[in-house]
Nanobody, 115 residues
Framework: QVQLVESGGGLVQPGGSLRLSCAASGFTFSSYGMSWYRQAPGKKRELVASISTAGTYTNYADSVKGRFTISRDNAKNTVVLQMNSLKPEDTAVYYC????????WGQGTQVTVSS
């Protein structure tokens, strides 16, 4: 079955960096676009970044452009979100998603940006 397992979250000070990873299994990873979403307490889940099947095309929320980078390794079935210059407003649970007709979500990883 489809499994998406996120890792790499944690507590970081403002201005710091974190690298989130999502390990995928149970499907042909290279055939699907992948995305990262986040959900802060009391807020709706929002798209952070997405990447096409071969990694050729990427898309970012305006709030993270220039600070976050999404990438994928189809040989390792992994999608990564590199987050730099983190701000307190980046605090949220971050979710990996398999895009397409049938959407699958990971369990999420907590990112907390605080001094």
């Amino acid at each position: 079955q489809v499994q998406l397992v996120e890792s790499g979250g944690g507590l970081v000070q403002p201005g710091g960096s974190l690298r989130l990873s999502c390990a995928a299994s149970g499907f042909t990873f290279s055939s699907y676009g992948m995305s990262w979403y986040r959900q802060a307490p009391g807020k709706k889940r929002e798209l952070v970044a997405s990447i096409s099947t071969a990694g050729t095309y990427t898309n970012y929320a305006d709030s993270v452009k220039g600070r976050f980078t999404i990438s994928r390794d189809n040989a390792k079935n992994t999608v990564v979100l590199q987050m730099n210059s983190l701000k307190p407003e980046d605090t949220a649970v971050y979710y990996c998603r398999r895009d397409g007709s049938f959407v699958y979500w990971g369990q999420g990883t907590q990112v907390t940006v605080s001094s």
